[in-house]
């Protein structure tokens, strides 16, 4: 194979719960991930040397960058020769969305299919968890239950969403920050160690296809993310307001997501935060769809 192009998807959390700290200085937390239809665009090439550009000069293309890292791992390990990656970005930096996970998680399935590499998914899931704790997800995709460090994944049904708005502030979160600061709230006693929810209820409530406000429905660390950048509380209080009937930030933020009822209320809404903060209209994305360009 010559040539290979992909979609690396987004992620948005449908649920957050962050639990204790480890001691190896992660946080146990239980999450929803579902791929959403926002994505990266990356483009697979042989060539005499490795390169990766992107179209956007504020994203490094060294070894900072995981597809970089990918490439550097599975060259040292399996000799393969050198490809040009071309990376088309859409999905925000440091906006809770996955984007530089997805990446890497696109990079070594899109690798392992080029060069028909012996790579097992259990050995995949290692490498994936080496380099971040999400991108473990991204070689799974669609909707999934996560425990430990996000690793340990029970992979759900899809589950149908219209009408969902995402929003994109421009502010960059340290993931690092703002776990830290959830910690440092807890111990002021100024934030709660939440009810985690439980692989059965989740299962019932995703079966069900219904999301609500309520104990299941949060992100621990909003009021992290919300201290460090207080201009993130007051867009969610507009998006509370903009007739959505669940809001709530992805990850350690800054992206916030709502959904809407119906089309028409999600236009309105959309319509009243345009002028704010760019928005984005997106879909849910199965499965199958998030992982056909590996097939
Ligand atoms: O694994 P990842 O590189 O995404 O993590 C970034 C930082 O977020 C970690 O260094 C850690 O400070 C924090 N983190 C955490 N517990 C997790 C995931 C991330 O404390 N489960």
């Given at each position: 194979m010559h040539e290979l192009r992909v979609r690396s998807f987004a992620k948005i959390n449908l649920f957050l719960h962050i639990g204790a700290k480890r001691a190896d200085g992660f946080h146990d937390l239980e999450t929803l991930f579902q791929t959403i239809s926002l994505h990266d665009d990356i483009v697979f090439r042989r060539s005499s040397e490795f390169r990766l550009t992107c179209d956007d000069p504020s994203v490094p293309v060294d070894e900072r960058n995981l597809v970089t890292r990918v490439w550097q791992a599975l060259h040292d390990e399996f000799s393969i020769d050198p490809v040009e990656i071309t990376l088309t970005k859409r999905i925000p930096a440091g906006g809770g969305l996955g984007g530089g996970s997805s990446n890497a998680a696109a990079t070594l399935l899109a690798l392992r299919k080029m060069f028909g590499l012996d790579l097992p998914n259990a050995r995949l899931a290692e490498i994936a968890l080496g380099?971040?704790?999400?991108?473990?997800?991204?070689?799974?995709?669609?909707?999934?239950?996560?425990?430990?460090?996000?690793?340990?994944?029970?992979?759900?049904?899809?589950?149908?969403?219209?009408?969902?708005?995402?929003?994109?502030?421009?502010?960059?979160?340290?993931?690092?920050?703002?776990?830290?600061?959830?910690?440092?709230?807890?111990?002021?006693?100024?934030?709660?160690?939440?009810?985690?929810?439980?692989?059965?209820?989740?299962?019932?409530?995703?079966?069900?296809?219904?999301?609500?406000a309520g104990e299941m429905w949060r992100n621990d660390l909003e009021v992290a993310a919300f201290e460090l950048e207080s201009s993130l509380a007051l867009l969610r209080h507009r998006l509370d307001d903009s007739g959505a009937a669940f809001v709530l930030m992805s990850g350690s933020g800054s992206t916030l997501f709502a959904s809407y009822p119906d089309d028409a209320s999600l236009e309105k809404g959309e319509s009243s935060l345009r002028e704010v903060v760019p928005t984005f209209r997106a879909a849910f994305v199965s499965r199958r769809e998030a992982l056909a360009d590996f097939a």
């Open positions: 380099l971040g704790s999400d991108v473990p997800f991204f070689l799974c995709g669609g909707t999934a239950y996560a425990t430990g460090r996000g690793e340990e994944l029970v992979p759900l049904p899809d589950i149908q969403l219209r009408s969902l708005l995402v929003v994109l502030p421009d502010v960059k979160i340290s993931t690092a920050l703002a776990f830290r600061r959830l910690a440092e709230m807890r111990a002021a006693g100024r934030a709660v160690n939440g009810k985690t929810a439980g692989l059965d209820e989740v299962r019932a409530v995703a079966a069900s296809g219904t999301f609500q």
